[in-house]
């Protein structure tokens, strides 16, 4: 089965900028996707197609992706911004969605 | 607007069946894939389920696969999933999902989420 790994936390001040990264096996050879999820809440789609973002979410949020790394980036983080962050990607091989172990994003 | 609302959770015992249901609104549902996703706690995102916009393709994850099945009723804009089986590690909060495309080929990813519904499974 395909696996995704991201750190378990990432820590940032407010102002700074907070990169979380997703790794997979050639995971540039397909798309990746990242929610926020914040708890008791539902996912929110942040990033999609590896670096687009829905209309609603700040251009604050961005995304890439290369070889075997994908990785999003908040810029200029907020409080509000602090949350759990997921990457996905659908795997074709076995036509089953994965998700990364997910990272907990904390504003100091 | 999007909305999602899932509802069936409950505490349940271990080797029974329950059935979970999304009732949707505020989009055309029956051009959309759907998915059923699964928070376990203290654990991280699971996807469970897909079923494609016109209930034809399926597609499970290995620890449902056999056990739950996921279906849709596009006349009622409702998706469901029965849960057969059932065992403690299935004890989570369980995420009905709108998809972006109509069928996950080669690449999906869900725009839109409700809030849960919590199943618990224990004796």
């Known amino acids: 089965s395909y696996v995704l790994t991201q750190p378990p936390s990432v820590s940032v001040a407010p102002g700074q900028t907070a990169t979380i990264s997703c790794g997979g096996d050639?995971?540039?050879?397909?798309?990746v996707h990242w929610y926020q999820h914040k708890s008791g809440q539902a996912p929110v789609l942040v990033v999609f197609?590896?670096?687009d973002r829905p209309s609603d979410i700040p251009e604050r949020f961005s995304g890439s992706n290369s070889g075997n790394t994908a990785t999003l980036t908040i810029s200029r983080v907020e409080a509000g911004d602090e949350a759990d962050y997921y990457c996905?990607?659908?795997?074709?091989?076995?036509?089953?969605?994965?998700f990364g172990g997910g990272t907990k994003l904390t504003v100091l | 607007q999007v909305e999602l609302v899932e509802s069936g959770g409950g505490v349940v015992l271990p080797g029974t069946s329950q059935r979970l249901s999304c009732a949707a609104s505020?989009?055309?549902?029956?051009?959309?894939?759907l998915h059923w996703v699964r928070q376990a706690p203290g654990k991280g995102l699971e996807w469970v389920a897909v079923?494609?916009?016109?209930?034809?393709?399926?597609y499970y994850a290995d620890s449902v696969k056999g056990r739950f099945t996921i279906s849709r009723d596009n006349s009622m804009n409702t998706l469901f999933l029965q849960m057969n089986s059932l065992r403690v590690e299935d004890t989570a909060i369980y995420f009905c999902?709108?998809?972006?495309?109509?069928?996950?080929?080669?690449?999906?990813?869900?725009?839109?989420w409700g809030q849960g519904t919590l199943l618990t499974v224990s004796s």
């Open positions: 999902a709108k998809d972006a495309v109509t069928h996950c080929g080669g690449n999906c990813y869900s725009d839109y």
């Open positions: 505020g989009f055309n549902f029956n051009l959309y894939a």
């Open positions: 079923t494609s916009y016109d209930g034809t393709e399926t």
């Open positions: 050639n995971i540039g050879g397909v798309h």
């Open positions: 197609d590896d670096y």
């Open positions: 996905q990607v659908w795997h074709s091989g076995s036509a089953h969605r994965v």
